[in-house]
């Protein structure tokens, strides 16, 4: 059974147009994906495809004009907002994308320490500051006294020193060090080989593939495929969707061919498959309506000349 498991999840939002009326924007559409225990499963995607949306999603923090539909569950029960309250920061942790979210008035030492499981939080969190090149004097900081790279090694130990099931991170790496990033993966990895399920978030492919044990490729809101990471490999021949074999060959180390064209804005999706208006293998049929995700090759995909 998975530990998490989202299905068909839609979110839109409610806005004003002049003369105050409203206006409903739907920015994720009948999205699916599930994470075992032990399990890192990367989410990839360019700006816009509703990755951090997902995120928020999950835990239960979308903004008051938000409308959500369909159904999150956790250790198999439905994650209703009551669960969300009980479960949040403890059995379920997030390493967000903003350093904002760390508590301005509190020092950063104290933030990591009140996540601490274990008889000696301050030990604890002087090990894994340790660990990530944080110098003593740090702990005594406040945010606004912190670079970028490290308010994010803040947030990454935040969440190491948690005993979370679920840890969603959310573009833990921008502004990193190498050296950084690399301790980061190894983190997560350890996370998972450790029992926790990691769900990954990312733009870097390249970063997601060296710790994920599966990928969710979205676009324009919606599923597009999800892979095994092994199937990121040569030409991607063994990949599905012609959306994420672009991606692959996109990269320097492959033939790092463009993607031409734009990925579809919410209030202006073409009536049949997302991807059509970029796709090279279009064909009316494509154009008529959008496909539903099937399983192919121990996989799954949303494209109807998918074998």
Same mark, same amino acid.
Request: hydrophobic letters at 35%.
């Given at each position: 059974m998975a530990l998490l498991e989202v299905n068909k999840l839609s979110v839109s939002f409610i806005q004003y147009t002049s003369g105050l009326r409203q206006h409903e924007v739907q920015t994720i559409r009948d999205l699916s994906l599930s994470i075992h225990a032990g399990e890192i499963v990367a989410v990839f995607g360019s700006s816009g495809s509703g990755k951090s949306l997902l995120a928020h999603a999950i835990l239960g923090i979308l903004p008051e004009n938000a409308r959500m539909s369909g159904t999150i569950h956790y250790d198999g029960n439905l994650l209703d907002a009551y669960r969300l309250l009980a479960l949040r920061g403890k059995e379920i942790a997030l390493v967000p994308q903003s350093v904002n979210y760390l508590d301005p008035l509190m020092k950063v030492g104290a933030q990591v320490r009140s996540t601490a499981v274990g =008889? /000696? #939080?301050?030990?604890?969190?002087? =090990?894994?500051?340790?660990?990530?090149?944080?110098?003593?004097?740090? /702990?005594?900081?406040? #945010?606004?006294q912190l670079s970028g790279g490290m308010a994010r090694r803040v947030l990454v130990a935040t969440a190491a020193v948690s005993d979370a099931r679920l840890i969603i991170a959310d573009e833990p790496t921008p502004g990193m060090h190498s050296d950084d990033v690399a301790e980061a993966l190894h983190t997560f990895k350890e996370m998972a080989d450790n029992g926790s399920a990691v769900l990954f978030i990312t733009h870097d492919i390249e970063a997601a593939l060296r710790i994920a044990d599966r990928v969710v490729v979205l676009y324009a809101g919606t599923t597009f495929e999800i892979a095994a990471a092994e199937d990121f490999m040569g030409n991607g021949e063994r990949l599905r969707h012609p959306y994420t074999k672009a991606l692959w060959q996109a990269l320097p180390q492959n033939e790092f061919k463009p993607n031409l064209g734009v990925q579809p804005q919410p209030n202006n999706l073409p009536t049949g498959c997302l991807f059509a208006p970029r796709c090279a293998s279009s064909t009316q049929a494509c154009k008529e309506s959008r496909p539903e995700m099937r399983d192919l090759r121990a996989g799954s995909v949303r494209c109807i000349h998918a074998s």
């Open positions: =008889s /000696d #939080p301050v030990a604890v969190q002087r =090990s894994i500051f340790k660990r990530y090149r944080l110098k003593d004097h740090v /702990d005594n900081l406040y #945010p606004f």
